[in-house]
Structures are given as C-alpha cells and as structure tokens.
C-alpha cells in the first residue's frame, strides 16, 4: 500500500471513531486544511511531469474526495445522534396535571350593570356617565330639592368641608358666581341633570355608577350602586315607564310571569311619582318573590322608584316643560344582583374575599348577550 493510501485509511478510521464536532473538525484541518497533508500532496502536482501528473493527479484528488465524502457523513451521523438526544431530554410529559386555571373573576355588580347596559342598549338607550363627587345643585337644587327641602336630610350626605366649595365659572350657562357645596353623590339622579343640560332633548339614557350615603347595617353600604334612566320626547307618558320597565325586568329576570304592582309615591324630582313592586308565579299561580305579602317569600318585592319628570326639574335643566316630558327611574344595582343571583349580605360584595369572588363571580368570557340570556352562567 503506497502512503497516501495508508494515511488515508488512518484518517477514516479516525473519522468514523470521532465523537464529537469539534473532534470531526481538527481532522479535517489535519487532512483538508491549508497546511493539511492532503493540501500538501496535491501541491506536489506542480512538480510533477506531465505523464506521473495523469497518474497521481486522480489519487489524490481520490483520496481527497473520499476523506471529504468520510467526513460529510460523519458530522451528519453526529448531528443526527445530537438532535435525537435533545429530543429525549426534552419530552413533554402529557401526565403532568394542566398549568393552575387563571385567576379572578368578573363581580356580580359589573356583570349586573353589563347586562343592563345589555338590555338598554336594545331599547335604544345610551350609557351616561356623571361624576362621584359631585356639587349640590345637581345633586340636590335642580332636583328640585331646595336647601331647606326635608328629603336632603334624609339622604345622609358625605359633605365635603366648606373651603372646598366651588364657584360656577364664568363659562357656565349657570349661575355664574354662585358657591356650590360638594360632596358624594347620594344617588345617581344627577346625571340626569347634566345629560339634559349637555345634550339637551330628546334624550335616552342609562347611568349606572357609585353612590354613597353615611348608612351601614346587612343591606346598607356607604358605598353602593345605582343606575339611573332618563327618556326625554315629546308626548311621554307614565304608559311608556311602565312597558319600559316591564320589558327590562323581564329581560332581566329572564322570565316572561313577571308582575308589576305601581304604587304612588313621592320623590321631588317625579310628579306623579310610583314606587314599583315586583313579583312573580308560582306553578299555582301565587306570587313567590318578595317578603312583605301575607306569607313569608311570597308577595311583592319594592324594587325601584320612578315617576314622570317634574316640570321644575325639565326647567332647571333648561329644558321647556311644555314641549318635552319624560320618565325617568332608579334602581339599586346592588340589590338587583341579590335578587337574581341571591346572596343575602350586602357587606359581603365589598370585602373583596376570594372566596366570596370564586363563588359569586362570574367567568370573563361570560358576556351577558341578549341571545343567550343575558344571565347566562357556564
Ligand atoms: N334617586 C332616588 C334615590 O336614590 C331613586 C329614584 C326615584 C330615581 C325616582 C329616579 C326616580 O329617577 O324617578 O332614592
């Protein structure tokens, strides 16, 4: 065997015996590299005669091609080997219990108030906002509740102290100049003032948000909800409350056997003003909502008061009485997530226990839609 042959034999016993890249690599540099011998001998070509050129020149170029071929398929085989190997470390193992699900849950005072925003915006109303500490004129005066009215007392407001009072800008299409004193807002009754004076007439509108009143026992937060709704048109009258409100409880409940009871009543902001009962049948034809009828569970329960929009009210908001009249309602958003999805203890919505949120909350993909229900729960 000439040496070349032998050297070539050396090498790809040691190319097939390599384990690693890097030892794959150093042979190649040995053999095929610059200063490698291979390299070496085919330089020797260009001393040669023509004659011995014919003969040694395809050798080498064989002995070059097949430590190259060699070599090429080595590194394959290794790199195979490699990837099977980080394939084996890296299983997924499919008996592994699931990742924990997510956390948290939508509380059922938002998801009330989404599915009235729901049940509205198919009526045709739209979402007002107003803010949470709000000045006295609107709260109280433009409701027609003057500072000596008796119904201010009643509200147990959160003032602000006096220095905080504010004075009308000149801006203002009010009394500009005059003081107003702040405070919570008890209810969301104002926003009915400042949607009249902003977008004037007609006008159709829900607000929901945070009231707060100085009060706390199992049915009574300082801090509550309400939403409040406003229809502004002409030709208004309580025949248009009563169907809307029909309609929302219905919706609401998700049941067709509700039964409104319309009792008179006084609010200085509505005149008439009804208070609204609401009740229900059984199979046997008895009511069972509510707890003031003759048995306990069964009678009417008060569930929000209402009226038609004192004249004085359109008035002070700019609005001409004897061309707009309208209806406006207000009803707990607190008390009406008790009623349909009954927890009993007001206090408990606002404790934020995690507990009390995994029970009563609802999934973030349970979207209230009127198609499915607007109460659906998974
Ligand atoms: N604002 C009243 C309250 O908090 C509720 C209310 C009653 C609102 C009658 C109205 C209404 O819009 O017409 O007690």
Do not use: C
């Not at 042959?5 to 040995?30: F, Q």
Request: aromatic residues 8%; hydrophobic residues 40%; negative net charge.
């Amino acid at each position: 065997m000439t040496e070349p042959d032998s050297r070539r034999d050396e090498t790809l016993l040691a190319i097939a015996k390599a384990e690693t890249i890097d030892a794959l690599e150093a042979l190649r540099v040995e053999a095929l590299g610059k200063k490698g011998w291979v390299s070496a001998l085919l330089k020797t070509l260009g001393g040669m005669t023509p004659d011995e050129r014919q003969t040694e020149g395809p050798k080498i170029q064989g002995v070059r091609a097949a430590i190259a071929d060699a070599i090429a398929a080595r590194k394959a085989e290794l790199e195979t080997a490699e990837l099977n190997a980080r394939l084996a470390s890296e299983t997924l193992d499919l008996t592994l219990p699931a990742p924990a699900a997510p956390k948290g849950s939508v509380h059922p005072v938002s998801q009330v108030m989404d599915e009235l925003a729901e049940i509205f915006a198919d009526l045709g109303f739209a979402v007002a906002t107003g803010p949470e500490i709000e000045d006295d004129w609107h709260n109280f005066t433009a409701l027609n509740m003057a500072e000596t009215h008796p119904a201010r007392a009643m509200h147990d407001t959160f003032y602000f102290p006096d220095h905080d009072a504010m004075t009308v800008p000149a801006s203002s299409s009010e009394a500009v100049g005059e003081k107003r004193r702040m405070l919570l807002r008890t209810h969301t009754s104002p926003v009915q003032i400042r949607s009249m004076v902003k977008q004037g007439a007609p006008i159709r509108i829900i607000a929901p948000g945070r009231v707060y009143r100085s009060d706390s026992d199992a049915t009574h937060t300082p801090m509550f909800h309400q939403v409040e709704g406003l229809v502004i048109d002409r030709d208004i009258h309580l025949g248009h409350l009563k169907w809307t409100l029909e309609t929302f409880l219905k919706a609401f409940f998700e049941r067709e056997d509700i039964v409104l009871r319309l009792r008179p009543s006084y609010f200085p902001f509505t005149e008439p003003s009804v208070e609204v009962d609401v009740g229900w049948k059984d199979e046997k034809g008895r009511r069972v909502l509510g707890g003031d009828g003759d048995a306990p569970g069964h009678g009417w329960m008060e569930l929000l008061g209402s009226g038609m929009v004192n004249a004085r009210v359109l008035e002070f908001a700019g609005l001409d009485p004897s061309e707009w009249q309208g209806f406006a309602f207000g009803v707990g958003v607190d008390r009406l997530a008790m009623l349909k999805y009954g927890m009993d203890d007001l206090r408990a919505f606002f404790d934020g226990d995690g507990r009390w949120l995994d029970h009563y909350g609802f999934s973030a993909f349970d979207q209230p839609t009127l198609s499915s229900g607007v109460g659906a729960r998974a």
